[in-house]
């Protein structure tokens, strides 16, 4: 384990890289006995630090949980990292490119909870109770560490990636739609890149959530009502550019648009 005064130092560090745009050395690079119970304990710290300094947080993310995502990163367990109300964005907006730092899209699914959640033994049933509904959306990957190299290490103390989300489409209640077959075909520029199925996340969309609610119970966190949870991506993650415009069309449930200038 490192020492606190080791862990504020990184969390200080990921604050002002979040600020310049210039990412840091690979945390695992540096400090090569650092394990996830320390890169929880920065993420924490730095979520700290964001609240401190004005944001709210409005719900969490999970990161890794398909065979798809796993593939793209060499990494094979599952992550989570925070929603902050300044990181959900509006479908049709127009995204400030220079304010992320190598800006990839993943396609998503996010629960809305309509009651709290919590663990160790959460599963896919009080997951499916809890859920006011479900919507499309994309997550804007983000990185404050350097990325060649990378391990679940240093993902998670990065906010497991998390920059940003796009909400659009039109919102289901769960029992409305079959989860597991939804859907979404990923566009740049008006040509297919991407395509998955719901499914690829762990089986069932939902099966992310309650994962989450029982690693939470370990660090003695629950999920409330109200919060979004970014479920996992069912496609892989997409690089934009200055220009580009995105729009996921997601067949009965809509779709979602963002252009990065």
């Not at 947080?57 to 793209?72: C, D, E, F, N, P």
């Not at 109300?85 to 490119?97: H, K």
């Not at 994309?138 to 404050?144: A, F, K």
Request: with cysteine; proline share 4%; net charge negative.
């Amino acid at each position: 384990m490192l020492e606190q005064q080791t862990i504020e130092k990184i969390a200080d560090e990921l604050v002002a890289a979040g600020a310049n745009r210039i990412p840091v050395q690979r945390l695992t690079s540096r400090y090569p006995e650092m394990t996830v119970e320390d890169s929880y304990a920065v993420q924490n710290l730095w979520s700290q630090r964001m609240q401190e300094s004005g944001r709210k947080l409005v719900g969490r993310k999970i990161g890794l949980t398909s065979k798809a995502m796993q593939a793209a990163t060499g990494i094979t367990e599952p992550d989570y990292g925070v929603i902050f109300d300044n990181m959900v964005l509006e479908n049709g907006c127009t995204v400030q490119w220079d304010a992320y730092t190598h800006p990839r899209i993943e396609v998503e699914l996010a629960f809305v909870l309509g009651k709290p959640l919590s663990g160790p033994n959460c599963s896919i049933f009080d997951v499916l109770d809890a859920t006011d509904y479900v919507v499309p959306a994309l997550e804007i990957l983000d990185s404050r560490i350097e990325m060649e190299g990378r391990t679940i290490v240093d993902t998670i103390s990065d906010n497991a990636a998390m920059g940003a989300m796009v909400v659009g489409g039109r919102p289901v209640k769960v029992s409305d739609v079959d989860l597991r077959w939804v859907a979404a075909l990923l566009y740049k520029n008006q040509t297919i890149e991407e395509t998955g199925v719901a499914a690829g996340v762990l089986n069932h969309p939902a099966a992310g959530v309650y994962w989450l609610a029982n690693k939470l119970a370990a660090h003695g966190t629950t999920l409330g009502a109200g919060e979004i949870i970014l479920a996992g991506s069912f496609t892989r993650p997409m690089w934009v550019h200055k220009g580009d415009t995105v729009h996921a069309d997601y067949g009965q449930l809509g779709s979602v648009t963002c252009r990065f200038e």
